[in-house]
């Protein structure tokens, strides 16, 4: 894997009243930089608000079964999943911080030379409540690969 690479982000939130299609969905495509080390992947991208001041860097850190993500910036958490494990952290807003909560239920990484596979499912909770199922994928590849992002 190249350290120049595009990243592809899918995710779904589903509600406790919701069907699966009913799912409030989100999708980006980014360019990011990408590192192996110690046994662990790193994906870092920026993500610009709806003002253009409004930058939050992002780091992906993913192995086994644990995907952390860190913002920066105009806003700040460290989320972390794991399979099986609840995880309780802050998120600070420009509105004031959340608890959210992090039930991991499964995540899957495949891993070919030149594109990256991630996948996790796990429940939300903000301020003590479930709000959502949720679902997000990542698709990294190198810049220079001719893999489809679909």
């Known amino acids: 894997m190249t350290k120049d690479v595009l990243l592809k982000i899918s995710g779904l ?53 644990y995907l952390s993500v860190t913002k920066t910036g105009y806003t700040n958490v460290q989320m972390i999943i794991e399979e099986n494990k609840e995880n309780i952290t802050s998120y600070q807003t420009p509105m004031g911080a959340l608890q959210v909560a992090l039930q991991g239920k499964n995540i899957v990484v495949d891993e070919k030379e030149n594109n990256i596979m991630l996948s996790a499912n796990y429940g939300l909770a903000i301020n003590f409540e479930h709000v959502a199922d949720c679902r997000i994928s990542m698709n990294i590849q190198s810049k220079d690969s001719r893999l489809n992002l679909g």
């Open 13 to 65: 939130h589903i509600g406790p009243d919701e069907v699966l299609q009913d799912g409030e969905a989100i999708e980006i495509i980014t360019p990011a930089q990408y590192y192996f080390k110690n046994g662990k992947h790193y994906v870092l991208y920026d993500e610009v608000g709806e003002n253009k001041n409004e930058i939050t860097k992002n780091t992906l850190k993913f192995y086994d079964k």
